[in-house]
T-cell receptor, first 117, second 114 residues
Framework: GAVVSQHPSWVICKSGTSVKIECRSL??????MFWYRQFPKQSLMLMAT?????????EQGVEKDKFLINHASLTLSTLTVTSAHPEDSSFYIC?????????????FGPGTRLLVL | DAKTTQPTSMDCAEGRAANLPCNHS???????VYWYRQIHSQGPQYIIH???NNETNEMASLIITEDRKSSTLILPHATLRDTAVYYC???????????????FGIGTKLQVIP
């Protein structure tokens, strides 16, 4: 199947700094990508939908000015956590869909673990 | 998207078939059944999806009842590496207006026992 990569795989930063996470579709183009976060022992929560060439769509309760999303090309979306605080520590995961038999297959990245001190 | 109901957890002996049930009684005619799994500390992995016919691939088989109100994911010979949380998700296909977001529920925690 198709491959989605994320970079970095883990990051530790000081409170107040900004962190950028990249999501790439390696062998297919993705006009849409999704960003999730997952707290320990909880399910994935969708944060936003990233659209190439237009603004991202954020889920209710997600601050768009704090979590900046840029879909720079058909294979790259970035999530920037601005002025990170300890409560932003989480597992961030992106996904990119590819059409398959009327439905589509969502390919997920390996995740980025963020720890804010 | 239609709501799904899955058991919270299941155990399966290594080498035996793991049968994971999912109820989706409010599924509509143009909604697909998808299965994903998430191994600890990794991103979710697509397993299989179907509309109304049974499907099989190298990972698993998906059995959908004739009325489409429930389905079963079958891992024919479970291994320890199949220990994961399995998510059953019902959603529209891409032909219904673009790529649809995936909403994850609690899923079923499958523990494969040696």
């Amino acid at each position: 199947g198709a491959v989605v990569s994320q970079h970095p795989s883990w990051v530790i930063c000081k409170s107040g700094t900004s962190v950028k996470i990249e999501c790439r579709s390696l062998d297919f183009q993705a006009t849409t990508m999704f960003w999730y976060r997952q707290f320990p022992k909880q399910s994935l929560m969708l944060m936003a939908t990233s659209n190439e060439g237009s603004k991202a769509t954020y889920e209710q309760g997600v601050e768009k000015d704090k979590f900046l999303i840029n879909h720079a090309s058909l294979t790259l979306s970035t999530l920037t956590v601005t002025s990170a605080h300890p409560e932003d520590s989480s597992f961030y995961i992106c996904s990119a869909p590819e059409a398959a038999r009327g439905g589509e297959t969502q390919y997920f990245g390996p995740g980025t673990r963020l720890l804010v001190l | 998207d239609a709501k799904t109901t899955q058991p919270t957890s299941m155990d399966c002996a290594e080498g035996r078939a793991a049968n994971l049930p999912c109820n989706h009684s409010t599924i509509s005619g143009n909604e697909y059944v998808y299965w994903y799994r998430q191994i600890h500390s990794q991103g979710p992995q697509y397993i299989i999806h179907g509309l109304k016919n049974n499907e099989t691939n190298e990972m698993a088989s998906l059995i959908i009842t004739e009325d489409r109100k429930s389905s079963t994911l079958i891992l024919p010979h479970a291994t320890l590496r199949d220990t994961a949380v399995y998510y059953c998700i019902v959603r529209l296909g891409v032909n219904s207006g673009g790529y649809q977001k995936v909403t994850f529920g609690i899923g079923t925690k499958l523990q494969v026992i040696p």
